[in-house]
């Protein structure tokens, strides 16, 4: 399990860097959505079908509240600290002003807007609460090792993905040379402050540290972070791992007017790997369109690299 998602994530990279044409592009974007929706349903059966799960909801949902919240703080904290010391966010929005770059040179943001409110957006909150409905209703015991299967092949097909968009999206990292590696900055103190968070929030509430730690370094990527830790865990870590980033993106969007006020990299900081897809359009439009830019090269640096923490950090923990 340690080395499977590195070879896919290779295998993934090396599709990637092909000219793929736009056809084939769509039909992978088609299996990657339906392993999501896979993915939801089988995490949602394997929590119908864990008695102890169902019975521990509550606790788990309140634990799951704290690491998501001291996630948040401690990225937020650290982000400062950095804005303060090595990387003032505003000289970087002046640098891309003075240079006429904003998020618009690089996608349109008006139609990722309107993708926010696509149907997949619905279908996997929908896929994960049928899929603990038919696990506890249904299927209450359904053979473990369909569940098993399901569940590693949609990992699988995850991590694939995840490299075929590093290997097909390379072009957004060549800002980070107009911008200064510095930019990188940001993206560590968020990884820091998560790891951080995480640490607190398991030591206080008693949370196993492995748990409380690996979810909130999945930086709002509930998807592959809870699949990953339901598949070396069990799903009572995995269910950890989706509602704690689950939950950091939803307090993210409630929090923004509040952090725009902290400083300017903060609702960067919240939003995390989010960033680069469902929280790009929320963050950008407390930060600005200058800084939109940034929101993303910092999204697309944590997605990227969730998928090789999550093994490392597993590693650790063992």
């Not at 699949?227 to 950890?240: D, L, P, Q």
């Not at 509602?243 to 969007?253: D, L, Q, Y």
């Amino acid at each position: 399990m340690t080395w499977m998602p590195f070879l896919c994530l290779a295998a993934g990279f090396f599709i990637g860097t092909r000219s793929l044409a736009e056809r084939t592009l769509k039909r992978l974007d088609g299996i990657i959505n339906i392993a999501l929706v896979v993915l939801m349903l089988t995490i949602g059966m394997n929590i119908g079908t864990n008695p102890s799960v169902m019975l521990n909801l509550h606790s788990i949902g309140l634990n799951c509240l704290a690491i998501s919240l001291c996630a948040i703080a401690f990225s937020v904290l650290f982000t400062v600290i950095a804005e303060k010391t090595v990387l003032p966010v505003e000289k970087l929005r002046d640098k891309l002003s003075a240079e006429n770059i904003n998020i618009n040179s690089e996608i349109d943001i008006s139609q990722e807007e309107k993708d926010k409110n696509s149907l997949l957006i619905w279908i996997m909150p929908i896929s994960i609460v049928a899929g603990v409905l038919l696990g506890y209703l249904v299927m209450p015991h359904a053979p473990l090792f369909i569940l098993d299967y399901l569940l590693f092949g949609s990992l699988v097909i995850l991590y694939v993905s995840v490299g075929i968009s590093l290997g097909s999206n390379r072009k957004v990292f060549r800002y980070i040379r107009i911008l200064g590696f510095r930019v990188v900055y940001i993206s560590i103190a968020i990884f820091l402050g998560s790891i951080a968070g995480g640490f607190t929030a398991g030591t206080i509430f008693h949370v196993p540290l492995h748990t409380s730690v690996m979810s909130a370094s999945g930086m709002s990527y509930y998807s592959l972070t809870g699949a990953y830790m339901t598949r070396v865990y069990g799903i009572e870590a995995g269910t950890y791992g989706f509602v704690v980033n689950v939950m950091r993106e939803f307090f993210t969007v409630l929090l923004l007017p509040l952090l725009i006020r902290i400083s300017t990299g903060s609702p960067i900081a919240g939003g995390a790997a989010g960033n680069m897809d469902t929280m790009l359009v929320p963050v950008t439009k407390f930060v600005g369109v200058e800084l939109g830019l940034v929101t993303l090269i910092t999204g697309a640096i944590l997605t990227f690299a969730v998928p090789f923490i999550l093994p490392v950090l597993y590693g650790l923990f063992l």
